[in-house]
Structures are given as structure tokens and as C-alpha cells.
């Protein structure tokens, strides 16, 4: 089985691709992947890692605010389109499976014309433009939302699937990641802003630090994203803040299966692949939804959360570093009711994506 993955950008484009090609590399002994990406996104570090072979193209977004910016970017796209027939041509795969992004688009064109079945998975309740304007050229749309099949014009390509997520997260336990991660019976806080960080998010976070490294309450990993590391630890030199062994300020955390495996409280974005992956781990978390998305699905993502006891939801125009701390604090220190949410996320998680994507590209194959 060969399979082209096209989807780029953040970690959540990214990750699911690496999930279902995990789970295909188990169930298929001749699998072989090829994954198409471009070199402005993290599939530039996260596809390497994980021991696939990327190529790159140039490709990027339609700009919605600069108009006249958009006639590169369809030079861009023919462009693209010609070089990703020619990787298909090369790579001839079984099948094309895309995971969104601007990526994605020429792809599934090229695939469409050269008779490559193909199928685009979207992880959000609505459907991003490059999902709406590939639904003509594949042959499946995987939804992980019942609502979403609403907003697609081909309803009778669209299977309800859920979000993939990654196997070492499926897999991961407690109590070996906190034996892994070398960790005491303290409560431990898990705080990122997505996979490229969060200003907002950092900035807050700087007065949260302040306030722990006084109290020790709970022992925190905060990651920052690559592009915002350097100042916020310039920023937490300046305060004076002595860190000390229970907080870490890291740019990326790579081993994410095991940190949110091991923490008490996941404080994060409510994108779909995080929020997925909080649900399947069983955990209590503070969600702070980017108001700088389509149709403000994260908050969408985050209310449905709160509405079933499973998550604290603090909107960016609420958040401050006293209620951040006051809030995580309160939950650390209420280990009935952090079960009792933990267990409410259980109930909201659907775990068996991977499968039923994987049935869907061993269907269009045949």
C-alpha cells in the first residue's frame, strides 16, 4: 500500500497525517508513505522526526484582505499543481489522503486529474476553505463532527469519522509517563498555545510563573512555540523569576504523549486535535479558545466541553494571570472534582478515527 499524505502548516494539519500513517505502517506490511508539505510549516521538523519522506512545494493562502496579493498566489498554485503531478507521477501511490491546509489544494487537483483516488479529512465543526473547495475532487470527505455534513455541498461524500489521534497517545498511561517524566505525587499542570504558541497565552503565563515560583502549588511544563521562546524567557529574566526544578519553559514539547499522559490539568487552545486528544487521556483542562478563527470553531470545540462538566473555558478577553492561576489552582486542589471531569472527557472521546479512515482508503483502492 502506497499512500501520498498532502497537509501542512500547524500540528494539527500535521498530526493526523502522522496518525493515520502510523496505524497503516501496523495493519499493511508493504505500507509506504510519501508526504507533501511546504517549507514555511512545522511538517518541516515533524515529518522528519516521525521517519517519512517529505517533498516540498511552494503554495501558500488566498489573502483576504490584500486582493491584488492573490495573483501570485494562483501563480503559486499552477505552479504547484505541475510539480505535485510530477511527485504523483513518480511516487505513484495507491491513494491520496490530505489533511487540510493550503497544502492540500493542488494535491488533490493534480491526484483528481491523473485518476488517483483520494480522500480530505477536516478536523473542525466547519469545514476550512481548502476542505469546501477539494470536496469536488476526492472521492470521501471524513468529518469528525455530525454537524459539519450540514456545511458540505457533496453530503454524500461526507462519513462522520471523528479525529484521528495519534497511537502513543491511545497508548500512553499515567502512571508510567509520570515515572517516565520523573514525577512526585504533586499535581502537574500542562500549559501550551498550539503548536506555534500563543501571545496571549505567553504573555499571561509570565504572571502565572511569577505567582507559582512563590506558592509551589503544583509543578508546570509550559510550552511557549518555537517563535516566542527567546522572549518570553528574556521577559521572565528581566521579572527575576527563579524557575526552579518544577517549572519548565520549553519551545516545543516533543514527547506530548507522555507530558499530557502524566498532567492533572491540560491548559491549552480548544483546536479539534487537541481537544480530541485531552477527551481520549480522560483529562480536566482550561480551555482558551483563539478568537482568530473561522466562524470561532474553537469556542465551539471548548462550550461542548464545558457544557458536559469536562473543561473550564476562559475566553481571551477574560483571561488575565490571576484567574488563569486562580483557576488551575482551585482544580489542582480538588482532586474529586478533577476526576469527576476527567471522566466526563472519557465519555465525550471518540477513539476509533484511524479505523474507519483506514477502511475508507482500503475501499477507494479496490
Not at 168 to 174: D, G, M, Q, V
Amino acid at each position: 500500500m502506497k499512500i501520498l499524505f498532502a497537509g501542512g502548516g500547524t500540528a494539527g494539519h500535521i498530526n493526523p497525517a502522522l496518525s493515520v500513517a502510523e496505524y497503516m505502517k501496523e495493519k499493511s506490511e508493504d505500507f509506504e508513505a510519501l508526504f507533501i508539505g511546504t517549507k514555511k510549516g512545522l511538517e518541516t521538523k515533524l515529518v522528519p522526526s516521525a521517519g517519512y519522506k517529505i517533498k516540498y512545494i511552494d503554495i501558500c493562502g488566498f489573502d483576504r484582505k490584500h486582493l491584488l496579493k492573490n495573483v501570485s498566489v494562483i501563480c503559486k498554485l499552477q505552479k504547484s499543481k505541475m510539480d505535485c503531478r510530477r511527485i504523483l507521477k513518480e511516487f505513484k501511490p495507491d491513494a491520496v489522503v490530505a489533511t487540510g491546509g493550503y497544502v492540500s489544494g493542488p494535491v488533490l487537483m493534480a491526484a483528481k486529474k491523473l485518476g488517483i483516488p483520494s480522500i480530505i479529512h477536516e478536523q473542525n465543526v466547519y469545514p476550512g476553505l481548502t476542505v469546501r473547495g477539494a470536496e469536488k475532487y476526492v472521492d470521501y470527505v471524513a468529518v469528525s463532527f455530525d454537524e459539519t455534513v450540514s456545511y458540505m455541498k457533496n453530503k454524500e461524500k461526507c462519513v462522520v469519522t471523528g479525529n484521528p489521534i495519534r497511537p502513543e497517545i491511545l497508548k500512553a498511561n499515567k502512571e508510567t509517563a509520570r515515572q517516565e517524566l520523573g514525577l512526585e505525587e504533586k499535581p502537574y499542570v500542562l500549559v501550551f498555545g498550539g503548536s506555534l504558541g500563543a501571545e496571549k497565552i505567553n504573555n499571561t503565563m509570565l504572571g502565572v510563573i511569577k505567582k507559582l515560583s512563590q506558592t509551589n502549588a503544583f509543578s508546570l511544563i509550559f510550552g511557549t512555540g518555537d517563535r516566542n521562546y527567546q522572549k518570553v524567557m528574556a521577559e521572565i529574566e528581566k521579572a527575576g523569576i527563579f524557575l526552579g526544578d518544577d517549572i519548565k519553559v520549553v519551545p516545543y514539547i516533543n514527547n506530548m504523549s507522555s507530558v499530557m499522559a502524566a498532567a492533572d490539568v491540560v491548559v491549552s487552545r480548544a483546536g479539534a486535535i487537541t481537544v480530541s486528544e485531552i477527551c481520549a487521556l480522560s483529562k480536566a483542562s482550561v480551555l482558551i479558545p483563539s478568537p482568530n478563527v473561522v466562524r470561532n470553531h474553537q469556542e465551539q470545540n471548548a462550550r461542548e466541553l464545558e457544557k458536559q462538566e469536562a473543561a473550564v473555558v476562559i475566553t481571551e478577553d477574560m483571561l488575565t494571570d490571576e484567574l488563569l492561576y486562580s483557576k488551575i489552582e482551585e482544580l489542582t486542589k480538588d482532586s474529586t472534582y478533577l476526576a469527576k471531569m476527567g471522566k466526563n472527557a472519557g465519555k465525550i472521546a471518540k477513539v476509533n478515527a484511524l479505523e474507519e479512515i483506514y477502511n475508507i482508503v482500503t475501499k477507494i483502492i479496490k
